[in-house]
């Protein structure tokens, strides 16, 4: 089971931008595919972001296309997520997860282990 933990969450204004990071000590990492997801209070897990093993393949989820980048650092077993232009409709919890083989996924579905979450709150 890959253990990730997330960190960078915080209180943030609007407009401002963060940067999350999933780190973990697999040594496989570079196996896996890994995603960003977020769910705010009384709302479904939403999509955020993937990246593929090789981190040449990424996709984002509408919410956040244009303002999100994913990245992956494989020697630091990590992955970030940058948003830029916070909205308070970004207030969630971010929570990371890896998926076994290449592909990036926009189905929580389809990821095998989980992060406990990072709160970010966007004021007004």
């Known amino acids: 089971q890959v253990q990730l933990v997330e960190s960078g969450g915080g209180l943030m204004q609007a407009g401002g931008s963060l940067r999350l990071s999933c780190a973990t000590s697999?040594?496989?990492?570079?196996?896996?595919?890994m995603g960003w997801f977020r769910q705010a209070p009384g709302k479904e897990r939403e999509f955020v972001a993937a990246?593929?093993?090789?981190?040449?393949?990424?996709l984002y989820g509408d919410s956040v296309k244009g303002r999100a980048t994913i990245s992956r650092h494989d020697v630091k077993n990590t992955v970030y997520l940058n948003l830029n232009s916070l909205k308070p409709e970004d207030t969630a919890v971010y929570s990371c997860?890896?998926?076994?083989?290449?592909?990036?996924?926009?189905?929580?579905?389809?990821?095998?282990?989980w992060g406990q979450g990072t709160q970010v709150t966007v004021s007004p």
């Open positions: 997860a890896a998926r076994r083989g290449a592909k990036a996924a926009i189905d929580p579905h389809e990821y095998d282990c």
């Open positions: 990246i593929n093993w090789s981190g040449d393949s990424t």
């Open positions: 697999e040594r496989a990492f570079d196996n896996y595919a």
